[in-house]
T-cell receptor, first 115, second 111 residues
Framework: AQSVTQLDSQVPVFEEAPVELRCNYS??????LFWYVQYPNQGLQLLLK??????LVKGINGFEAEFNKSQTSFHLRKPSVHISDTAEYFC?????????????FGKGTKLTVNP | DGGITQSPKYLFRKEGQNVTLSCEQN?????MYWYRQDPGQGLRLIYY???????QKGDIAEGYSVSREKKESFPLTVTSAQKNPTAFYLC??????????FGPGTRLTVL
């Protein structure tokens, strides 16, 4: 079964600094990959997704992620963060061979942007 | 605009009570999901349904029940058998390629 590891549970950064949130998944079979953001007491919102094609994926709010098949990673990056980026971020993987019925989520990374 | 509505936003339950959380979507999606979220635990799948009148258990189905009588609706009942129900509950529906679209959530607290 697929599993997703988000290597950092909390990441504090200063405003305008770059940030990378790390995500590794367990299986090298064909997958779809997603990053979601959750603000306090709200649902999850899709930031970006990798389905196929270019390994560099751009999303909303200036975020991007790079799919690395050999390292089974899908790290999220932003070159300059804002206070408003403070939120929890979840990486998720869907197994295409399983018909993409379910998403497997990591445990989340809390990003705190300090002034 | 299409979306998912969950109600109520906050729900309080006394010990031994069953409570039902509502989830409605107007996205015309076939598949719907219920997740439970606890701090530091990520999202855990309770039940999912791929089509009307059919549903499957997820990873933590014990103490919960669902129904899927209409495409638009997927209510979750938290029964008295669920010993630790205090959590944030999220409903989702599935778009193409496995992508899921989430509702705003219901926070359940046991008094």
């Amino acid at each position: 079964a697929q599993s997703v590891t988000q290597l950092d549970s909390q990441v504090p950064v200063f405003e305008e600094a770059p940030v990378e949130l790390r995500c590794n998944y367990s299986s090298s079979v064909s997958v779809y990959l997603f990053w979601y953001v959750q603000y306090p007491n709200q649902g999850l919102q899709l930031l970006l997704k990798y389905l196929s094609g270019s390994t560099l994926v751009k999303g909303i709010n200036g975020f991007e992620a790079e799919f690395n098949k050999s390292q089974t990673s899908f790290h999220l990056r932003k070159p300059s963060v804002h206070i408003s980026d403070t939120a929890e971020y979840f990486c998720a993987v869907s197994d295409t061979q399983g018909g993409s019925e379910k998403l497997v989520f990591g445990k989340g990374t809390k990003l705190t942007v300090n002034p | 605009d299409g979306g998912i509505t969950q109600s109520p936003k906050y729900l309080f339950r006394k010990e031994g009570q069953n409570v039902t959380l509502s989830c409605e979507q107007n996205l015309n999606h076939d598949a719907m999901y219920w997740y439970r979220q606890d701090p530091g635990q990520g999202l855990r799948l309770i039940y999912y349904s791929q089509i009307v009148n059919d549903f499957q258990k997820g990873d933590i189905a014990e103490g919960y029940s669902v129904s899927r009588e209409k495409k638009e609706s997927f209510p979750l009942t938290v029964t008295s058998a669920q010993k630790n129900p205090t959590a944030f509950y999220l409903c989702a529906s599935r778009r193409a390629w496995g992508e899921q679209f989430f509702g705003p959530g219901t926070r359940l607290t046991v008094l």
